[in-house]
């Protein structure tokens, strides 16, 4: 099935807000300069755009432009719990997600069950929608922790958007300076 061409504009201007190329209060480029970038016509622009405006990426002012807003997505409570794994067929995740889904469970929580397969690529994503959803605190099994991280950015985020990390079974390297044992 073919993507609809607005899908491009949006993860596009999605992505540059949430790697922080475009910050709140930023105005973002007209919908003609999108439509001749991205050889589409203005309603498709205005299409992406107003579905980033329902999820609180963007808001317009009259006669001025349109914006990147302040997240506000996580000013209140959820009470869901995001786990990311690298796999579930392990002998031990099993046992492990069924701990944790039943301490959260116990203290009102919600589980968001996520799994990367090992691929940072693959973590990034599952990290750049967490951050476009209400979650109230994050456990993850970082991908390749043997490996530098390449969006550190995206735990940045976490941190600006006051939303509690964890790792188990790994960290990055680069990031020790900021756990606490």
């Known amino acids: 099935m073919k993507e609809p061409k607005f899908s491009r504009l949006k993860e596009d201007i999605k992505a540059k807000i949430v790697h922080s190329e475009w910050k709140a209060g930023d105005k973002i480029p007209s919908e003609n300069m999108f439509a001749a970038q991205y050889h589409i016509s203005r309603q498709t622009v205005r299409k992406a755009i107003g579905e980033l405006t329902e999820e609180g990426y963007l808001y317009a002012e009259h006669g001025r432009g349109t914006f990147v807003s302040e997240r506000t997505i996580h000013t209140r409570t959820s009470k869901n719990i995001a786990v990311v794994t ?90 020790k300076k900021n756990l606490t044992c």
């Open 86 to 175: 690298t796999y579930l067929s392990d002998y031990i995740f099993p046992r492990l997600i069924q701990g944790i889904e039943q301490v959260l469970t116990a203290n009102g929580y919600s589980i968001m069950l996520k799994t990367t397969r090992n691929s940072r690529a693959a973590e990034a994503r599952c990290m750049e929608e967490l951050l476009s959803k209400d979650i109230d605190g994050l456990i993850i099994e970082p991908s390749k922790t043997q490996i530098s991280c390449r969006h550190t950015s995206l735990y940045d985020q976490m941190d600006e958007y006051g939303i509690p990390y964890v790792f188990i079974q790994g960290y990055f390297e680069q990031m």
